[in-house]
C-alpha cells in the first residue's frame, strides 16, 4: 500500500492549507484513515484521525482549526487546516489502517510526509 500526500507549502499565521493523500495498491478495505505530525525536536504526534463510517478524533491542540474529511472511493484523505499558527509548523505525515486482502490483519502504513511551514 503507498500513500501519497500532497498540498503541504509555506503560508503566513493565519493561513489556510489543504492536505491530501491517497492511498494506492492491494486494498481490501481502509478502516481509517489520518494525520501525524513531527516538529523539529519533538515527538511526532496525532493530529487527526477519520475511520471509514465517518467517525473523526483531533488533538486539542487542532480542534476548530482543523477538519479531516475522507472519499472512500477514492482512497483518499484530506486536512484542511485554517487559523494556522507558527506552532503548527512541522511535516505531516498520513497514515492508514488496511486490510490488503480478505481475511488478512490490519496493518499500519505511512506515507513520507510533506512540509508544513507556518510564518510569523
Known amino acids: 500500500v503507498r500513500l501519497v500526500e500532497s498540498g503541504g507549502g509555506l503560508v503566513q499565521a493565519g493561513g489556510s492549507l489543504r492536505l491530501s493523500c491517497a492511498a494506492s495498491?492491494?486494498?481490501?478495505?481502509?478502516?481509517?484513515m489520518g494525520w501525524h505530525r513531527q516538529a523539529p525536536g519533538k515527538q511526532r504526534e496525532l493530529v487527526a484521525t477519520?475511520?471509514?463510517?465517518?467517525?473523526?478524533d483531533y488533538a486539542d491542540s487542532v480542534k476548530g482549526r482543523f477538519t479531516i474529511s475522507k472519499d472512500n472511493a477514492k482512497n483518499t484523505v484530506y486536512l484542511q487546516m485554517n487559523s494556522l499558527k507558527p506552532e503548527d509548523t512541522a511535516v505531516y505525515y498520513c497514515?492508514?489502517?488496511?486490510?490488503?486482502?480478505?481475511?488478512?490483519?490490519?496493518?499500519?502504513?505511512w506515507g513520507q510526509g510533506t512540509q508544513v511551514t507556518v510564518s510569523s
Open positions: 497514515t492508514s489502517r488496511t486490510v490488503r486482502r480478505a481475511f488478512q490483519p490490519l496493518e499500519e502504513y
Open positions: 495498491g492491494s486494498i481490501f478495505k481502509i478502516a481509517a
Open positions: 477519520v475511520t471509514y463510517d465517518g467517525r473523526t
